[in-house]
C-alpha cells in the first residue's frame, strides 16, 4: 500500500465522482513502509468514512430519490475507478438493449505491476541479443603453410 511508504494518494480524491467532491475527505499516509503503517492507514480510513457517511446523512437534500421520465439509452459505456490493495483498477461497462450489462472489463493494478518486469526482461534480453549480432566475429585464420 503507497499510502504506508508517505504517499498521500487516493483515487477517490484524484477522480472524485458524483458526490465525493463534495464531502469532507482527508487522505491519509504514515512514513512507517511496514505493516504498522498500513494497519494505522487503514484504521483511520475507517474513521473518515464514518465522517463522511455521517456528513452525507446530515446533508441530505430534499426532494425524491428517482426521477420521472427516465430514458434508457442502450450500448452506452461508463468508465469507473476504484481502488485495490495493489494498485487502481480500472472498470469499463457497457449496457445492453435490455436495460442489463452488456459488456464489462476490469483491468487490475496487478497487470501493471507483473507486466513491467516481462516487458524488462524481455527488452535486456533483444538489447543482448542485438549487441551480439554488432561485435565484430573473430574468425580463425587459417595457419601459413610453408
Request: aromatic share 10%; charged share 25%; with cysteine.
Amino acid at each position: 500500500m503507497v499510502r504506508a511508504s508517505g504517499h498521500a494518494r487516493d483515487t477517490r480524491a484524484d477522480h472524485p465522482f458524483v458526490g465525493y467532491g463534495l464531502l469532507p475527505m482527508e487522505v491519509h499516509s504514515e512514513q512507517g513502509c511496514d505493516v504498522i503503517s498500513r494497519l494505522k492507514v487503514r484504521i483511520n480510513e475507517v474513521y473518515t468514512a464514518l465522517n463522511m457517511i455521517d456528513f452525507g446523512l446530515d446533508n441530505l437534500p430534499g426532494g425524491p430519490l428517482m426521477v420521472e421520465g427516465f430514458t434508457y439509452i442502450p450500448h452506452r459505456f461508463a468508465l469507473g475507478f476504484s481502488e485495490a490493495p495493489r494498485g487502481d483498477d480500472i472498470h469499463w461497462s457497457m449496457t445492453g438493449d435490455n436495460q442489463k450489462l452488456y459488456r464489462w472489463r476490469c483491468r487490475g493494478g496487478d497487470l501493471r505491476q507483473l507486466a513491467d518486469p516481462a516487458l524488462y526482461a524481455a527488452r535486456q534480453y533483444r538489447l543482448r541479443r542485438a549487441a551480439d549480432y554488432r561485435q565484430p566475429r573473430t574468425r580463425a585464420t587459417p595457419a601459413p603453410t610453408a
